[in-house]
């Protein structure tokens, strides 16, 4: 399987997923620098409240874009560690410098033993799976052991995911660290790159391909992938599977779909896979492969964090006649 998959003491606390997995209550005063951040801050992540009686002061990234997150937010001098350096966006390149690799690969996720060494008080992470069993394991141990934890909210597990929960870590976080303006001139730029999309109509049958032969594995209709799909003017042909889920080809072939998105990923390139579903005779017949719809985007640009933008823009060319 794939992916693949903390809100200021308390005049009102919002808890849950539903519509964001992330909550922040009335804001402090506004800082510059993370030592002048207000405590105690509550935040809500993915219906968990965790509590920072101080910015945290040695953070470890476990994914690409959690890394793009905290860098974007100014606070290098405060990571640790981080995970899979070599597919950092260009404009925060160069601030990974002298920054602790402490596994050069997302996929598996790093153990709890790799992540301790770099002895963190808080990691990021954009893929539930980094809190799973083989991984970090339970967020609520880490947290009884000091260590908080911060999942990019459209990851959250049961979670409706939307571009606009990205908006909500962003403010959280600024709000730990006492970076508020700067999380809101993040958050402004984003919600720009979003707003200025428009989708393309009438609306496509779209499939998203991220991988798998015998059965291909597709993102579902609560997953970030279709909210931006949706967003470009696209309509999931499976939407009753939620999350993340195989189904089969011949399901494929009876819906039909006019576009593909092949996530670009390192264990299945996308040039790969779209060669391969030319040559796979059962679906030759489907529109998308007769008119070569193919639209390619990088698995993590379809991830919770600062590259929506860039991925909208992409499936909207990509839809467009």
Known sequence: MKKPIVSLAVIALLAGC???GTEASAPAPAATAAAAAPGPVEVSNCGTVYTYARPPERI???????TEVVLALGLKDRMAGTVAANDIMTEYA???TGIKVISESAFPPPSKEVVYSANPDLVVSGYPDDYGPKAMGDRAVLQKEGVNS???????????ASVEQTYDDLRALGRVFGVQDKAEQLVGALRAEVDAVTPVTPALRVFDYAGGKDKPLTSGASTLVYDLARRAGGENIFPETKEFGQVSWEELVKRDPQVIIVEDQAFEPADKSIEWMRSY????GVTAVKENRFVV???NDLQPGLRSGRALKALAEGFAP
């Open 18 to 20: 539903g519509t964001s």
């Open 60 to 66: 470890v990234t476990s994914s690409t874009v959690a």
């Open 94 to 96: 160069a601030d990974l």
């Open 150 to 160: 911060h999942l990019l909210s459209a990851s959250c597990p049961g979670n409706t």
């Open 281 to 284: 005779a059962p679906i030759k």
């Open 297 to 299: 985007i990088p698995v």
